[in-house]
């Protein structure tokens, strides 16, 4: 009978917080922070009209018993006082009217739309609000936040100042971390506390001490002390970052970050964003460190041992008519991104730094751009990529309005410098013709004509037979394809079935380009997307020759009930009926097959947790299978993911049979339980009979904390390279990171977030 009794006493003093458990939530408000607590607070004002002050609201009061003395009224038993949207409730209530003041009495209550104040005995006005309640305990709905004073006062201005108190972002009676401070002033409408002589404690146990605390209540920006960022390499031991933020204006905002390596020394970085309507998003920042005492010992021969990353970043939409771009990265030395980028292993095996700016005119019938590109090299064995400077493109942007002739003109200036011994120097391009595109519901129809020109002007011949060659070929194209429909059904599922044959026939015309300069071209992956292309080749330095016919069939299954499509499946070929004598490298023979080899995808959406794609290349002649892959995921209610997937390649030149590689990839995002959740993502080398990477982790969540603890070895090997990893001095790299998040605070070490969304297709982290 005590423990049923004690059971009933709790329940009711969660319920009197306005707090109700999971099972009793409407289905529309169970959110994932719903469900994880195991109920929530609902506002019985929710949804009232906050629109009129209450403070010019009328006053009605209710009582068991009323006394009229003078300006004096007395209120016994049940008290209810309502002016406008605010309501109090108490057992005895005393009120001056010509004051406006009064005080309440035995258990009272005051409610505002998002705020629930609770105590033994309340002052309150009713000309300014403020109020001043004993032994009380409050709720801010929307925050998911409650606490406790001695001593709990709301000023005219609605502050609410808490003495002796305490607040927690957890459930009613289970304050697994709660701040505990003299004094803690809370600004609902700037959503900002501040504590003072503040400890936090986990589990009621103090673990830290702060004489001055500034938190949010809400998602806004704030100036103030970040949590920090905590984890450890086995390149650079102990690393700790401590974010500080600086909201300067309600457009522009500045970030610096004291960031201790131990191995190193003390990296800062800094960020500052800026955002116009003119001129629009800017990022500018970078990270300086005056000495790497790791790199010193690594690299001694190196002589400037100063190590520095610079970025600027622009996007800008003026008029909708005037479109701007800046993404510009450089570095101190060709390692910094892979030594102190932490949170990325993509950034860890970039081969190089884009530096571009460009700006585009979006006209209505014309779009005229201009952009300055080079790159830096992050490699030591690569050289650096041309640069442009500038590369200016005109194109007429034709309305591709059916059955009417649709002119074609694309014109490009490049000029091409380079810091290497090559050759450099001016590529005109331009194009001009017509298509006609033909629509019906049953297919399509577009033939299309145009004639391409190209001419340099180079500054050194190298390997060239002159400083001036040109070339011109005429090219014409034939598009077409038909949709067969038919109704059918799988598992009492009326779905309609589609068959989608397509032809391309594309003629263009040979012409010697051996005199000429490889700037920006390279030959394309072959894929069935290629079938329908008029190149083969990437950039403008190529004009290739063609005489060819593709053949391509796709079905589709689409829900009758929905739309939704629930399977595509497509296999075509080209087959070539001359040889294509155009190469990325004049000295390379002609490609004399009959044809290429059959490009198939297939991708398959049972339902909306399930997919699953593939691609495969075929060639019938060799009887290989020259590229190949395939990805499955599955995702859960319960945010569980889950990843399988294998790629196969092997060179499509003939050229350069070597470098097949064959890799296999797992992971997961796997939650055992309502707090325990396990992560894990392997890419694993097949021909090398070694994991290149991988990654396991742990956590453990409640509803109001959370911690994880992540565990990543990897290789730094760049892409496309391919790493002897039986090589004695590869060395295998570790890291090990950790997070908490106390919710509703924030919490310390976001790379781990980035780290898992890197390796976990499809994860997303969350805020609850």
């Not at 906050?50 to 008290?79: F, H, K, M, N, W």
């Not at 605390?213 to 984890?231: E, K, Q, V």
């Amino acid at each position: 009978m005590p423990l049923i009794a004690a059971q009933n006493a709790t329940a009711n003093d969660v319920a009197a917080l306005d707090w109700v458990p999971v099972a009793e939530v409407p289905e529309e408000l169970r959110d994932p922070l719903c469900r994880s607590c195991g109920g929530r607070y609902i506002d019985p004002l929710a949804g009232s009209d906050v629109s009129g002050s209450p403070e010019s609201a009328d006053i009605r009061a209710r009582a068991t018993q009323s006394e009229l003395q003078g300006d004096d009224i007395y209120l016994r038993g049940g008290v209810t006082v309502e002016q406008g949207y605010r309501q109090l409730r108490g057992g005895d209530a005393y009120f001056n009217r010509d004051e406006g003041e009064g005080r309440l009495t035995g258990g009272i209550t005051l409610r505002e739309p998002g705020l629930l104040l609770r105590g033994e005995e309340a002052r309150y006005s009713t000309e300014t609000g403020e109020a001043s309640i004993e032994q009380s305990e409050f709720v801010l709905h929307e925050q998911h936040l409650h606490g406790s004073a001695g001593q709990l006062r709301r000023n005219a201005e609605g502050l609410l100042f808490i003495t002796d108190g305490s607040m927690s972002y957890c459930a009613p009676g289970s304050d697994e971390w709660a701040i505990r401070a003299d004094s803690i002033k809370l600004d609902v409408d700037e959503g900002v506390g501040t504590a003072r002589g503040a400890k936090l404690d986990l589990g009621g146990v103090p673990v830290l001490y702060l004489p001055w605390l500034r938190f949010p209540l809400d998602d806004r920006r704030r100036t103030g002390l970040l949590w920090p960022d905590l984890g450890s390499d086995s390149s650079g031991g102990l690393d700790v970052a401590v974010p500080i933020y600086f909201n300067l204006a309600p457009n522009y905002d500045l970030l610096y970050t004291p960031r201790y390596i131990q191995e190193r020394g003390t990296n800062h970085e800094l960020e500052a964003r800026y955002l116009d309507q003119k001129t629009g998003s800017w990022t500018v920042g970078g990270a300086y460190m005056a000495q790497d005492d790791q790199f010193l010992r690594d690299r001694p021969q190196q002589e400037d041992q100063k190590r520095w990353l610079g970025v600027i970043k622009q996007n800008g939409l003026f008029d909708q008519r005037w479109r701007s771009r800046v993404d510009y990265s450089r570095a101190s030395d060709v390692d910094y991104l892979k030594d102190l980028d932490t949170s990325n292993l993509d950034m860890r095996r970039r081969t190089n730094l884009l530096q571009l700016a460009s700006m585009d005119y979006l006209g209505e019938e014309w779009l005229i751009g201009a952009e300055f590109q080079q790159f830096q090299s992050l490699a030591d064995d690569i050289s650096n990529d041309y640069k442009k400077l500038p590369q200016i493109t005109a194109s007429y942007r034709t309305a591709n309005t059916p059955f009417e002739i649709n002119p074609i003109f694309l014109g490009q200036y490049s000029y091409f410098d380079t810091d290497d011994d090559r050759v450099t120097g001016q590529r005109v391009y331009l194009e001009g013709g017509a298509t006609a595109p033909m629509l019906w519901q049953y297919g399509f129809l577009r033939p299309t004509v145009k004639y391409r020109y190209l001419e340099y002007e180079l500054n050194e011949q190298g390997l060239v037979a002159g400083n001036s060659p040109s070339t011109g070929s005429a090219l014409a194209s034939i598009d077409g394809g038909l949709v067969f429909e038919r109704r059918t059904g799988l598992a009492g599922r009326g779905l309609l079935q589609t068959l989608e044959p397509r032809f391309y026939y594309l003629r263009s015309e040979y012409e010697d380009q051996s005199d000429q300069p490889d700037f920006d071209s390279a030959e394309l992956t072959f894929s069935y997307n290629q079938l329908f292309r008029e190149t083969r080749f990437s950039g403008r330095d190529r004009l290739d020759d063609s005489n060819q016919l593709s053949l391509g069939l796709t079905t589709r299954y689409i829900s009758d009930e929905d739309g939704r499509e629930y399977l595509n499946a497509s296999l075509g070929q080209i087959f070539y009926f001359d040889d294509r004598r155009v190469r990325l490298n004049p000295q390379d023979p002609a490609l004399d097959q009959s044809s290429s080899e059959m490009a198939a995808e297939l991708n398959f959406y049972p339902n909306k947790r399930l997919s699953l794609r593939n691609s495969l290349v075929w060639d019938p002649d060799s009887g290989n299978m020259n590229a190949g892959s395939l990805q499955a995921s599955y995702r859960r209610d319960d945010n569980a993911v889950f990843n399988l997937g294998y790629s196969y390649r092997r060179p499509l030149t003939q050229v350069n049979p070597e470098g097949v590689t064959e890799q296999a990839h797992a992971s997961a995002h796997y939650p055992l339980n309502n707090r325990w959740k396990l992560f894990a993502a392997v890419n694993y080398s097949i021909e090398d009979a070694t994991s290149v990477e991988d990654v396991v982790g742990i956590e453990y969540d409640t509803c109001c904390w959370r911690v994880r603890l992540l565990h990543l070895r990897y290789f730094d090997n760049a892409p496309g390279q391919n790493t002897d990893f039986s090589d004695p001095d590869l060395e295998r790299k570790r890291s090990t990171q950790v997070q908490v998040v106390l919710k509703g605070m924030g919490g310390f070490g976001n790379r781990v977030s980035d780290l898992l969304e890197d390796m976990i297709r499809g994860f997303q982290d969350r805020d609850y």
